[in-house]
């Protein structure tokens, strides 16, 4: 199999990225750069409904079908790979058998667990989510990514699409979503600019400092 025919892009870093690649890799794929964030969902939870609309997110956003290659054959920058497909798969575990300050303890050892597991830049899909049943009507979610990906802030941005996916399916009415830029057009506007422009801008702008 031509193996390329699995990838959708190359293209360079973005300077911050290329940061946290390097101290990933200096630290052995290190938990430096682990986000996690932990949240209650109340109500009915339809698990099949959930994968699905992170899988739809992740089909919508390439950056979540990215790898990170610190070394690619004739450049000497790393580049960000990303793939046509990546299939999510949701871990789930029904904790409602356990008394709450046994949920409580399992989930905070699990997020240490998932924590230390730390992500292959080169390899693996840079977010995992985890949903912990504590109740018939109760769910923990740990939601973990590589900041590599993306920032808080974006992260607001993708739990809000995600909560707009899910209401479709159970609606079955379509949702407008707002057009989506590639993370790719971002590097080439980086790349474009005039570097000893900025650098005078920044030089007079900062002269009274």
Known sequence: MDHTQKIQNIYPLSHMQEGMLFHSFLQDEGTAYIEQSVFTIKGQLHLDWFQQSVQSIIDRHDIFRTVFLPHVAGLKEPRQVVLRDRSFQLHAEDLTEMPETDQTAYINQFKERD???GFNLQKDMLMRISLFKTAPEKHVCVWSHHHILMDGWCLGIVLQEFM???????????VPLDPVQPYSAYISWLYDQDKDKAKEYWKNYLTDF
């Open 164 to 174: 707009q996916l899910y209401e479709s399916i159970y609606t079955g009415e379509s």
């Open 115 to 117: 924590r230390r597991k």
